[in-house]
């Protein structure tokens, strides 16, 4: 049960947030009373019989913070979640959150958009303008005219391209490629139309039209691991 603990409180507060702390101390005082079943020498076991009333209100604040943060989580879940598939590759989700629309491989977030049209071409994430790569773009992004990205994700990368350039995606996963032309709105809304391989990025590399670059991103990913 403790094991339980550990692993699912971190994985169920990725998605339920604010319900965590409800988690936590829900599954906590359920620990105690299994504990008094299980084990009937246990410390807990002790204070239970010691001071049982007071333990009986907790252990019925524990009940209810479980029933009430699961039946939350679940409607939440419900509310947010807009896709999901699981593929060869792992677990994709698309869920709205907070105005934008979020990419998730596994727990992890790769990519998100604005749900308001008017925002909609800002890239978020880690293309954000104000990011590393945002800035460099934005500063000296002009000055390539043949650019490559393995990795597509939603697709924001393309937001800071100009009709003067050529923009080549290497995208292993096709249900990517997917999620990202119907879930998300960057390709569609991008001034430059990118050409997209799908399969290893070792071996679609050789399909690019030239095989040079002026710039390449790496940004390759699963799940947690880029």
Do not use: C
């Not at 019925?60 to 590759?89: C, D, M, P």
């Not at 597509?152 to 249900?175: H, K, M, N, R």
């Not at 030239?210 to 880029?226: C, K, P, T, V, Y």
Request: no cysteine; proline share 3%; glycine share 8%.
């Amino acid at each position: 049960a403790s094991a339980f603990v550990v692993l699912a409180i971190p994985i169920l507060g990725t998605y339920v947030g604010w319900m965590s702390t409800a988690l936590d101390y829900g599954f906590v005082l359920a620990l105690m009373i299994l504990s008094t079943l299980f084990d009937v020498n246990s410390k807990a076991a002790y204070l239970f019989r010691t001071y049982r009333k007071t333990a009986l209100i907790f252990s019925a604040i524990g009940l209810t913070l479980l029933v009430w943060a699961g039946r939350a989580f679940y409607e939440y879940q419900a509310k947010s979640n807009v896709f999901h598939l699981r593929n060869f590759y792992g677990i994709y989700k698309t869920a709205d959150l907070k105005g934008s629309r979020f990419f998730y491989h596994g727990n992890t977030a790769h990519g998100a958009q604005f749900l308001d049209p008017a925002k909609a071409e800002i890239p978020l994430a880690y293309y954000h303008p104000k990011s590393p790569i945002g800035s460099f773009l934005l500063s000296r992004g002009s000055t390539y005219k043949h650019i490559g990205a393995v990795g597509l994700g939603v697709g924001s990368l393309v937001s800071y391209g100009i009709q003067e350039q050529t923009w080549e995606f290497f995208e292993l996963d096709p249900a990517v490629v997917d999620i990202a032309e119907s879930r998300f709105t960057y390709l569609r809304m991008s001034k430059v139309k990118p050409f997209i391989h799908t399969g290893g990025a070792r071996l679609t590399l050789e399909l690019a039209s030239d095989h040079q670059f002026d710039l390449m991103f790496l940004d390759a990913f699963s799940s947690d691991s880029i």
